[in-house]
């Protein structure tokens, strides 16, 4: 049997940031998606990924019932959604997606992060924004452009979906989607393992708004509602809302009391959220989001 040599990808066509330049191509996962792209797009591989993003909506967007209202910003915004998968993300593919930051991450937002995601499910988008009708800019990039910082609180603008969704901290973040091509290159190969019905989706981008927008909200509506809003389980519980000083994650389970109920994991993880300390301080990120913005712009100016 013959086998033709898979050539490489252009990483410079999939990615304006020199740290990933650095670090995506000693990867493999991403290979198992990058043949079959290959295979089917040939010298257009790189380029089939341009109209396409991933959008994924965490368990506390459901839990707040905003989902309607990041959809319904989606679509205004340009977007037709075209596949659809609700199932939960494991540790492991956490793991892998925020490989790069989370290297920063202190222990305790880690243990914590586990605990709100424990048996939850996320609905992981398919989106379509083709680049040629937007000045060629990336779908990924348009939308990266356009989530608000979870790191950078002064960087978020009025009209960024995360400012609107007003999110209190690094732990709830509500949504989360890939910054460049080659995020969605790595990370799609992870959240929608079944790379034969990628491909196809890729291939004909059928717009399934209605469908799939009625799948998101039925969904919704089997999850049990909380505000996830730190004064209102301190003050519903009777404990402090002093926030100045950060305390360690083992501390504040012993203070809070039993979590035998779902609510009561939920008041947990909203009210620690706020009182641990997310990043550890002798560590940066292997790739930093610090010049993103600087990054997404230059794919607004990069000659067409």
């Not at 792209?37 to 019932?65: H, M, W």
């Not at 959220?273 to 990069?302: K, M, N, V, Y």
Request: glycine residues 4%; proline residues 6%; charged residues 30%.
């Amino acid at each position: 049997m013959n086998h033709r040599w898979i050539r490489t990808p252009d990483w410079s066509q999939l990615t304006h940031d020199p740290q990933k330049h650095r670090h995506y191509p000693s990867e493999f996962e991403f290979r198992l998606l990058w043949e079959d792209l290959e295979q089917t797009f040939g010298i257009n591989a790189e380029s089939s990924l341009l109209d396409y993003t991933v959008l994924v909506l965490k368990p506390e967007c459901f839990r707040r019932k905003v989902s309607k209202q990041v959809l319904d910003y989606i679509v205004e915004n340009g977007f037709t959604l075209v596949d659809l998968d609700i199932r939960h993300i494991t540790p492991a593919e956490e793991n892998y997606i925020w490989r790069y930051q989370w290297n920063t991450a202190t222990v305790d937002r880690l243990r914590l992060l586990t605990i709100k995601n424990h048996g939850e499910a996320s609905a992981i988008l398919l989106l379509r924004r083709p680049a040629s009708a937007h000045a060629g800019v990336p779908a990924s990039v348009h939308l990266a452009s356009i989530k608000g910082s979870s790191a950078y609180l002064e960087r978020r603008q009025a009209t960024d979906i995360r400012t609107i969704l007003e999110i209190p901290n690094r732990a709830l973040t509500f949504i989360h989607c890939p910054d460049e091509p080659a995020d969605l290159l790595r990370e799609a190969i992870t959240l929608f393992p079944k790379t034969d019905r990628l491909i196809d989706r890729l291939r004909e981008g059928v717009d399934a708004t209605g469908h799939i927008f009625d799948r998101v909200m039925s969904h919704e509506l089997s999850i049990a509602p909380h505000g996830v809003r730190f004064s209102e389980v301190a003050e519903r519980r009777g404990l402090s809302t002093h926030t100045a000083d950060k305390r360690p994650l083992d501390d504040i389970r012993s203070a809070f009391g039993p979590i035998d109920q779902e609510t009561d994991r939920w008041d947990f993880v909203t009210y620690a959220a706020e009182l641990i300390r997310h990043d550890r301080l002798d560590e940066g990120p292997a790739i930093s989001t610090r010049f993103l913005p600087q990054i997404l712009a230059s794919w607004s100016s990069e000659p067409r």
